[in-house]
Each structure stands twice: as C-alpha cells, then as structure tokens.
C-alpha cells in the first residue's frame, strides 16, 4: 500500500497549479491529518481489502466516518463520542461539504444548505441493517438541522415538536431485539418543512407497518415494545391503580421475562421522558391517559385465558377462566363485559343478508385475543402518528421546501424469518434499488447520455428481486394475496405450492418443493420454506403465518365490540365496527398495503436530492472497539459501496447543467458578468477558460458541465462566494454613497437655510445696533446743539446783564463823579494826595542843593529825609552815580581809554587771584620802558624789527640749567615775542604767538613766571621760558591782549604755586617756596634736580 504522502502526491498530479492554490485558500481540509483516507475516492489501490482496512484504521482512530464522494459512511462504534458536542455543529455550519473531516453534520449542513439556498427538497436516506446505527443517524441529523436553522420563539417551539417526537415513537415503536437493543420495529419518513428562509414550519411522520406480532409474542431474548415496560416501571402508584396494572411484568403473559431488563436503559426515566416529549409535542393530559389506558388494556388482554367447554349440541366452545381480568379491562375501556365476553366466544359471519354465528374454540379464542391485542397496539401507534402530525403540521399554506428523513427498519435475517422480515427486506430492496437507480445507473445513463466517455462498470441491479417480490402478476406479494383472496381451504402450504409453481424458474428464488428440476435434490432446504436471493443475502422464509398475516383479520364481533367502548380513542380506533358502517368487502391485504406505500415512498424520494448515509455494524455484540472484518464485508458487499467508489472515481464529481452553472458562476468573468448573450454552454466554457481552470478538471457534456474534481468545485464556490462579498460590497458602497449625499445634500439645504436665518438674524442685530448707535449719536449732536444754543442764549443774557450791570455802574460812577464834590468825605484823600505831592516837591527841590561832587569815586550822598522815599531815594543815587560815571568817562582820550581798558583786563585776569595784582593797579602801564629808538646801541634790534613794538622791557630770564637770572630785553610785537641781549641788542629767541600756549605764575607777591610754548614747534627747542620782571601784571596783560586779538584765542594764564614746565625732555616742577627778603622783591631760582626747581619768594 502506498504511503499518505505518495497517495496525496499522485493524487495531486491531476490538480494542477489550481490545486495549490485551492491548498493555499481553504485553510482546512478533508486531507488534513486524515487518518487512513477520507474519501474511498482517494483509496489507493480500491479493493475490498484496502476498503475495509481503511474503514477499520478509521474505526480504531474513532473516525467512524467516511465518504464515498458525497456518501457517508457510518460505523456504529457503540459508544457515545464527543464529535456531537455545540462546538462541532460550529464548526461544520456553513462549510463545504469536503473542508472538514468527515462527519454525518457535513452531510446534513450540505442538504440544508443546498434546501435554503439552491431551493431543492432533499431526502437523506439512511440505511444499514438492524443495530447499524440508522436511528441515531436521523436523530443527529435532525439535530444538526435544528441547531443550524432559525432561531425564535415559533421556530424553537416547532423544533423542540419535531424533536421530541422521536422519544414518544421510539417508546411505542421501538423494542429490545437481538441485533439492537432500541430496535425500530417500524418503517419512518419524516418530511421536515421549512420555509424560503430555512425556518423550520413544521413535519409530516408516515409509519410504514409496524411490526405488531411482537404484542403478543416475541423471540427469545428480545422484548415487547418499550412502552409496557416504561409503564410499569415508570408510573406512579396512582397511575397503576387508575389503569388496573401491577408494577410486576411477571404478572403478564405479553411480556417476554427473561430479558425484561436492558443493561443501560432505565424504563422509569425513560417513561418520564416519553410523559414529557407527549406534553411538548402538545398531547392533553387526558389524551396521554388515554393512550396509557389503551396500552393498559392491551396488556391485560394477554392476560384473559380460556378454557374449553363442550356444549351440547357438541360442539367445542371456550370459555374465559377468569372473568375478573376481563371485567377490569372492561372498566377501562368502557366496553359492557358481556359484548366483550360474546365476542371472544362467537364469530358471526355475514353473507347475502344473512348473519351466521359460530362458536369458538380455545385456539380460536386466543386467535382472537391476540388479533385483538395486536390490532388495539398497531392501531394506537397509527394514531399517535396522526395526532403528531396534528401537532407538528406546519401552520401555512405557503410553498414549503422538504427535508425527508428516511429511518426505515435495517434488512434483516434471522433463523426464523417469517412474513414481517420478508416484508421488511422487500422495503430495503427497494432502497437498494432507489440508490443503484439514483446514483450508479443514473450516472451510467447520464454520461451515455451527455455524451461523456465513460468506462463501464458491472454492478447488481436488484430490479429483478424487486421484480420477483413486487410484480403485479406474478409477484410473490400478488401470489399471496391471490391465495388470501381464493375460495377454499387457504393455508400457508397452498400458498408455498403456488410460489414454486409459478416462481420456479427465477434465479432469485429458490424452495424445496419448486417443480424445477433444478431444486429437487435441493435438501438444505428445510420443508414450507422459500428462500429468496436478497441483494443482501441469502434469505430463507418460514411460509407459516404467511396467510394469516397478508390477511390481519379480526373478527368483526371484536371490532364491533370495540366501536362500542365508550372510551373515545378505543371507539375511535374502530370505526369498521360501527353496524352502520358495515363494510362487506375485504379489507386491503397487510402485503399490498404495504406494496402501496413503498410504492408512494419511492415516488416522493425521486422526486428528492437524495443524500446517503449508509450504516455500518462492525460487530454482533453491540460492543465497541469490536470491529469484525468479515460482518463488515458482507454488508460493504451487499451495500455495493465498492461500485459506487468506483463510479465515482471513473466520472466526475460534480455535474451541472449549463443555465444554472453559468448562472450561478457568472460573475467570476468579465464576458459574462452581468449577462451572456450566448448559448450557456459558451458561456461556460468561456468562464473556465478565464478561470484557467484545467481542462482535465471538467468535460462539457450534452446540458452538463462535468468536473472531474470536487476541489475544483469549491474552488468555484470560493471564488463566488468571494465575489459576492465583493457585489456586497458594491452595493453597499454605493448605498453607503447614496446615503452620504442625501445626508450631506439634506446638511448642505438645513444648512443654507440656519445660514438664511443666522443671516438675517445677525443682520437684524446689527441693524438695531446701527439704529441705536445712530440714535445715540443723534441725540448727543441734538444734545450739543441744544447746549450750545442755550450757553448762546446764557452768554446773551449774560451779556445783557453785564451791559445792564456795567451800564449801572458806570451811571453810577458818573453820577457819583457828578456828585462827589457835593461830599465831605473825598477830602481826606484830596488833602493827602496834595500833601504828597508837596513833600515829593520839596524833596527833589531840597536835593538838588544837596548833590555830592561829580567824582566817580566820591561816596557822600545826603540821607534820606522820609521813610516812604527810600526806593526812591536809593534808585536816585544809583541814576546819579551812573550818570556822574559817564560823565567822568566822556573826558578820556583813546589812549587813556585803552590804559584804561588794560587796567580792566589785567583786574579781571588777577584781581583776587594773584598778591602781586593791587601794586600794579597805581602803576601806569607804559609798554616801551626801554626806548629803543632813542638809544643808538639797539639800532640794529630797531632795524630787525618792523612791526610795532608793545612791550619792550628788560627782563631776568632764568636758566633752566642753573636758576641763575641773565637779564634780556623782552619785545613783544603784533605777532611775535623777541628776546634780546641787553648789551648787545642782539635778538636771541623769536617766538611766534602762535606758538605760546601758556603763561604760568604763582599766586604770591613775585614777578616771576613761565611762558609754555607749543610741544614742537621750532621755538620750543629748548624748552619753556622762565623769567622775571617787575611789570608782570602789565606784561601778562599785554601777551593776553595781543594774543586774543591776533590768534582769536584766549591765552591760558595759569596761577598757581606748583606747576609744570617743559625743558627740553624733561618735566620739570616749579615750586614756589617762601624765601628770604635780601633780594628784594626779585625771587632766587635754585634747580634742585631734573624734575624740580625752586622758587623762593618773599
Ligand atoms: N453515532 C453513534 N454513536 C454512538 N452510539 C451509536 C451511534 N449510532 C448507533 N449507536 C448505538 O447503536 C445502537 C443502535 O443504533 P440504532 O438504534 O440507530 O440502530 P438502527 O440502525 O436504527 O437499528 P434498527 O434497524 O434495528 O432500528 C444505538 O442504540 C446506540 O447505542
Ligand atoms: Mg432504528
């Protein structure tokens, strides 16, 4: 076998580069962590060896699910798993069928689905043989759907019906076998219907023959149907008391004992559960009481024995030995005990008219018991059936969409097969059958007839057996009938003669007795027994009870009896017994009843998307982790699931026609999206060649698109559902947008129109604000006016007073003026404005004789003679003084005027500052004391020099070297400053004025001083001057005078007792010292050192 990695990868050689992307987008998968493989599809090498040991690999992982394409395989691994859980029905809701590990919800999602959104009714049909899990199956599926269909009040309560529904068949329905211990003893379809959302609306249950011989008795090993042991275990005291029962199940004969308890089943709990389901699914209280009282009565019908009795006239009658069982049982039913008792001993046959009554005897009477009590039960389950359809019929008459579940009893083969296992496996023939049409020759003559080339497969159509069952004219169910209806003595014997007669040649049929040669020597089979070759098997049928059973008679006297209950179910349950109603023809025969209800089944399943589960026992035992090899294969085997792995490997996965393919995947391509105008086919093939689909992955058939791959499906669907979103989204976008602008247009309008508002609002203010500004503005103007209009009219009143006022007061004044002279009291002031004048007469009169003399500096001035004249006086003698001054000035001649002028500057340079200043004041100054002119020896000076002379004058000039005096004569001209020698006349030293930039000199009492020259000026060569002169104050004057008036500059005269001279390089300080008086006035020089000379002073 190959690897899982060498499988996959073959396997993915036939997916291309789509593949890979499909792995690459679908997060999960089938393929992933897959144990064995998921789908038999995917089996490498197909066999029933390799099959069964991948569904045994699977089993012992408790993967108990595999697929065959889109059917599922289920191996009952009899015990609970945890793959049933909320979480699980999430995480297969709205997945594709092969994104997840296989799993019955896949399925049910799948048909859900495709019922809600693809508008098909489905049917899940699920088949298997007894114990193989077909039940649970339905009731999962049921769940699923429950879980992921509508929720809301209505819907919950219509699910929470059709749910519940099961407990309360189960309970009437279901019994302890052999092969299962809930066995369903009878044939289910639910029609589940919802509406166009997938809302649940409600269900229709048909109940197909119920297997009601196990009333009165059942094989060893087995029980009778649940409810009579939930009854007596379950029910309370009360209860029993009101139905006439005891807990003990020994007490009746119709319950089998030896295995009345079931390992795991709790009957008490259960019969709970059952009292509950019948309350949700809307069963009244005295409804459920009188089903338990028909229940209740059939038990104790078992319990009525007889005895036998010959009567007179010889004949053998029975009698009821004791009568007490049935007087309770005539209690509640309400039936008179003598009718009941009458019915049980006679049977009255009615022919032309007339009424035959014949005795019973004891066989009879219990024939007759037990028809009673078989026909009582199975007529019940029929009603409850109705009356759940009552409750869970779906409320409206709109179009419904149909989701059918089929649980119908397994194909079975005991040791003793009788009637009902020959019935039983005729349905699952026909199951069979509806599968192969369905699925492996409808794909056969679907490929021939889309023209797709197919390799063929041999597979068992079962037509034939169904043929050998069913046919109308020589059909056993025909032949038997045939039998029941014929007059003469019928028995089974008779019947099993007119098989082998008629069905000797059919290679499906084989018996003892067949007057085929082929079958004489035929010992293995025992006597009265026919075998039929089942699609499942060999089947051998005891013919007994065959006749008996078809025919399901039950004497009228009972039925009759029964109509007169007047317990109302119990009445109801009989309306053939009403005399009224008396029907003389047969009724129907249980087989072909049966045969017609089959038959309908079918019809409605074709009409149907059929979904498969196919139910696998792996054990006898009931156990799990048992998985036995060889009950597997022969239920694979007569399953045919090889064939249909291998059909479905050899075609397509999926097929489609091309109008809903194209109309379903249009919008993945551009050409076609929104409209194809083409032929469909086209426009498909133009879609997959867009999609870049591989063209191994599908084939165009005759209607039908053909993909090899489911993956490639899903890819599709991916992709849709992708695209979708994406419409979604653009209707969404351009709603969103649509909304956006009648949003913003209606915001755009109320916001114009607050703006027009606000607008003229804020206009209105301001126009207020204006209106007031402007009032206020007015009436301060108006104001202004009016206020200088009145202070106007107030200055003219004003003014007319003050004229008045003035005019009053200047009359008064004349007037007063006018009169004063006529009074005495103005003389005062006459007397003394006279007097003042005359003293002021006198006084100037008496001061010109007193006048002091005319010169300047005579002091005398006469004193004052009155107080009141001191200002006078005093500006009188300042007058005079300036005027006497004048005078004395107007006699100078310009030369003493400019004496005098000197004398005035040389006051204001040196007056105060210098000792030396008052001595000078008497001097006059006479410039030329050395009268150059007049002495010959200073012709030559004379000659040198042609300016005017001003000062001429001998002088001590002072060495700087020594301090020693030499004496020079000193001239000072218009522009110059000359030093001469004495002797000789000669000129030593020119200074322009220019040059002398100060004079120096003490405070004291001295003549002596230092005349600054200009730093660098050719003068300067050898330092400043120092000198001596008696006519200091004259000379200094002078050198100021003439200075000022040729330079226009002021001489700086520094007076001072300590200051600086230049000498050559050197400062010098000259410090005038107090020194002794032997040279007079003249002071003695001394150079002390390079910085200082001393001059001593007196
Ligand atoms: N999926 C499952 N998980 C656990 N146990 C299961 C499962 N399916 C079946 N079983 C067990 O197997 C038993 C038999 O199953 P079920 O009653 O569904 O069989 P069936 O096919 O309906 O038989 P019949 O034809 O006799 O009615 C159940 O009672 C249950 O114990
Ligand atoms: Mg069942």
């Given at each position: 076998m190959q690897s899982k990695e060498e499988r996959l990868t073959s396997w993915g050689r036939r997916g291309s580069e789509l593949e890979t992307m499909a792995k690459m987008e679908v997060k999960t998968s089938l393929l992933d962590n897959m144990i064995g493989v998921g789908d038999m599809v995917l089996l490498e090498p197909l066999n029933e060896e390799t099959f069964i040991n991948n569904l045994k690999k699977r089993f012992d992982h408790s993967e108990i699910y595999t697929y065959i394409g889109s059917v599922v395989i289920s191996v009952n691994p009899y015990r609970s798993l945890p793959i049933y859980s909320p979480e699980k029905v999430e995480e297969y809701r709205n997945r594709n069928f092969y994104e997840l590990s296989p799993h019955i919800f896949a399925l049910s999602d799948e048909a859900y689905r495709s019922l809600r959104d693809q508008d098909k009714d489905q049917c899940i049909l699920i088949t298997g043989e007894s114990g193989a899990g077909k039940t649970e199956a339905s009731k999962l599926v049921m769940s699923y759907v429950a879980a992921v269909c509508g929720k809301g009040a209505e819907v919950n309560q219509v699910k929470e019906q059709l749910l519940q529904s099961n407990p309360v068949l189960e309970a009437f329905g279901n019994a302890k076998t052999v092969r299962n211990d809930n066995s369903s003893r009878f044939g289910k379809y639910m029609d589940i219907e919802f509406d166009f959302k997938g809302d649940p609306l409600g269900g229709v249950i048909s109940n197909y023959l119920l297997e009601k011989s196990r009333v009165v008795k059942q094989p060893r090993g087995e029980r009778n149907f649940h409810v009579f042991y939930q009854l007596l275990s379950g029910a309370s005291e009360e209860l029993l008391n009101k139905l006439k029962l005891e807990r003990d199940f020994s007490r009746y004969n119709y319950l089998s004992l030896d295995s009345a308890k079931v390992n795991g089943v709790d009957d008490a709990a259960n019969f709970r559960t059952v009292r509950n389901a019948m309350q949700i699914v809307g069963f009244m209280d005295h409804e459920a009481e009188s089903v338990l009282a028909v229940v209740a009565a059939v038990l104790k019908l078992g319990n009525i024995e007889f005895k036998p009795e010959s009567r007179v006239n010889g004949l053998d009658e029975s009698k009821i030995k004791d009568k007490n069982e049935l007087k309770e049982i005539c209690e509640?039913?309400?039936?008179?005990?003598?009718?009941?008792?009458?019915?049980?001993?006679?049977?009255?046959?009615?022919?032309?008219?007339?009424?035959?009554?014949?005795?019973?005897?004891?066989?009879?009477?219990?024939?007759?018991?037990?028809?009673?009590?078989?026909?009582?039960?199975?007529?019940?389950?029929?009603?409850?059936?109705?009356?759940?359809?009552?409750?869970?019929?779906?409320?409206?008459?709109?179009?419904?969409?149909?989701?059918?579940?089929?649980?119908?009893?397994?194909?079975?083969?005991?040791?003793?097969?009788?009637?009902?296992?020959?019935?039983?496996?005729?349905c699952n023939e026909k199951l069979q059958q509806i599968f192969i049409e369905?699925?492996?020759?409808?794909?056969?003559?679907?490929?021939?007839?889309?023209?797709?080339?197919?390799?063929?497969?041999?597979?068992?159509?079962?037509?034939?057996?169904?043929?050998?069952?069913?046919?109308?004219?020589?059909?056993?169910?025909?032949?038997?009938?045939?039998?029941?209806?014929?007059?003469?003595?019928?028995?089974?014997?008779?019947?099993?003669?007119?098989?082998?007669?008629?069905?000797?040649?059919?290679?499906?049929?084989?018996?003892?007795?067949?007057?085929?040669?082929?079958?004489?020597?035929?010992?293995?089979?025992?006597?009265?027994?026919?075998?039929?070759?089942?699609?499942?098997?060999?089947?051998?049928?005891?013919?007994?009870?065959?006749?008996?059973?078809?025919?399901?008679?039950?004497?009228?006297?009972?039925?009759?009896?029964?109509?007169?209950?007047?317990?109302?179910?119990?009445?109801?349950?009989?309306?053939?017994?009403?005399?009224?109603?008396?029907?003389?023809?047969?009724?129907?025969?249980?087989?072909?009843?049966?045969?017609?209800?089959?038959?309908?089944?079918?019809?409605?399943?074709?009409?149907?998307?059929?979904?498969?589960?196919?139910?696998?026992?792996?054990?006898?035992?009931?156990?799990?982790?048992?998985?036995n090899e060889a009950l597997v294969c022969h239920q694979i085997r007569y399953l045919g699931l090889l064939e249909n792995v291998r059909v479905r490997r050899a075609g397509y996965a999926f097929r489609q026609a091309y109008e809903p393919c194209l109309e379903r995947y249009k919008m993945l391509c551009k050409q076609t999206w929104p409209h194809w105008k083409g032929p469909a086919r086209s426009g498909v093939e133009v879609l997959f060649n867009e999609l870049e689909i591989p063209v191994e992955e599908y084939s165009f058939g005759r209607s039908k698109i053909f993909i090899r791959n489911p993956r490639t499906l899903f890819k599709l669907e991916d992709l849709r559902k992708q695209r979708l979103e994406d419409l979604a989204t653009l209707i969404q976008k351009i709603y969103r947008g649509w909304k956006c602008r009648t949003h913003f247009l209606l915001m755009k309008k109320s916001q114009i129109v607050i703006a027009a508002w606000y607008r003229r609002y804020a206009q209105q203010k301001r126009y207020q604000q204006t209106k007031s500004s402007a009032l206020v503005i007015q009436s301060y103007i108006r104001g202004w006016k009016a206020r200088k209009i009145l202070r106007e009219l107030k200055h003219q009143k004003r003014c007319k007073e003050a004229v008045t006022t003035i005019a009053a007061y200047w009359h008064g004044t004349q007037v007063r003026r006018e009169y004063r002279k006529f009074f005495r009291a103005n003389a005062g002031k006459k007397i003394y404005e006279f007097t003042l004048q005359r003293i002021v007469q006198k006084y100037f009169l008496e001061m010109k004789n007193k006048m002091p003399s005319l010169s300047p500096i005579d002091k005398n001035w006469p004193s004052r003679p009155y107080l009141f004249l001191d200002s006078t006086h005093k500006e009188l003698k300042r007058i005079f003084h300036l005027w006497r001054c004048k005078k004395y000035r107007d006699q100078f001649t310009d030369q003493q005027k400019l004496i005098y002028e000197e004398k005035l500057e040389a006051s204001e340079l040196f007056k105060d500052k210098k000792a030396l200043y008052p001595s000078s004041v008497g001097q006059p100054f006479q410039g030329a004391y050395l009268e150059i002119n007049k002495n010959p020896k200073y012709k030559k000076l004379k000659d040198a020099i042609e300016e005017k002379i001003i000062i001429a004058e001998v002088v001590n000039k002072i060495n700087r070297a020594n301090g020693k005096s030499t004496s020079r004569i000193f001239l000072l001209t218009n522009n110059n400053l000359l030093l001469a020698d004495q002797k000789s006349g000669q000129i030593k030293s020119e200074v322009p004025l220019v040059d002398v930039t100060k004079v120096s000199m003490s405070s004291q009492n001295d003549g002596f001083f230092a005349v600054h020259l200009k730093e660098g000026s050719e003068a300067a060569s050898k330092g400043d001057f120092l000198f001596s002169s008696d006519h200091l104050i004259e000379m200094a004057t002078k050198l100021y005078r003439t200075t000022l008036s040729q330079t226009k500059q002021k001489l700086n005269i520094e007076i001072s007792d300590e200051f600086l001279v230049q000498f050559r390089q050197d400062k010098v300080c000259v410090k005038f010292i107090q020194g002794n008086q032997k040279n007079g006035s003249v002071p003695t020089c001394k150079r002390k050192n390079n910085r200082l000379l001393e001059v001593a002073v007196p």
């Open positions: 509640l039913t309400g039936i008179d005990q003598s009718v009941l008792e009458r019915a049980f001993s006679f049977r009255t046959v009615e022919a032309k008219q007339e009424k035959v009554s014949t005795t019973l005897n004891v066989a009879q009477a219990y024939y007759a018991r037990d028809a009673l009590a078989k026909n009582l039960y199975s007529r019940l389950f029929s009603w409850l059936v109705n009356r759940i359809n009552e409750s869970i019929k779906a409320q409206t008459k709109v179009r419904k969409k149909v989701m059918g579940v089929l649980d119908i009893y397994g194909f079975e083969i005991f040791e003793d097969n009788s009637f009902e296992q020959f019935i039983i496996n005729y369905l699925t492996l020759k409808e794909e056969q003559e679907e490929y021939i007839r889309e023209d797709i080339e197919w390799t063929h497969i041999d597979y068992f159509n079962n037509a034939i057996i169904c043929d050998l069952i069913e046919n109308n004219t020589n059909g056993i169910l025909a032949m038997l009938d045939e039998e029941c209806l014929r007059p003469g003595t019928v028995t089974d014997e008779t019947f099993l003669e007119k098989l082998n007669q008629v069905c000797a040649t059919h290679q499906h049929f084989e018996s003892r007795m067949s007057k085929c040669s082929r079958f004489l020597n035929d010992t293995s089979l025992p006597h009265s027994c026919f075998r039929i070759q089942h699609y499942a098997g060999k089947v051998l049928y005891q013919v007994e009870g065959f006749v008996d059973k078809n025919n399901d008679l039950l004497y009228r006297d009972l039925s009759q009896a029964m109509w007169k209950a007047s317990h109302a179910l119990i009445k109801s349950l009989f309306p053939e017994g009403n005399p009224a109603k008396i029907n003389l023809k047969r009724p129907p025969t249980a087989g072909s009843q049966f045969k017609a209800s089959v038959a309908t089944l079918m019809k409605n399943l074709q009409t149907k998307n059929p979904n498969y589960i196919r139910c696998i026992k792996p054990n006898d035992k009931k156990a799990a982790h048992i998985f």
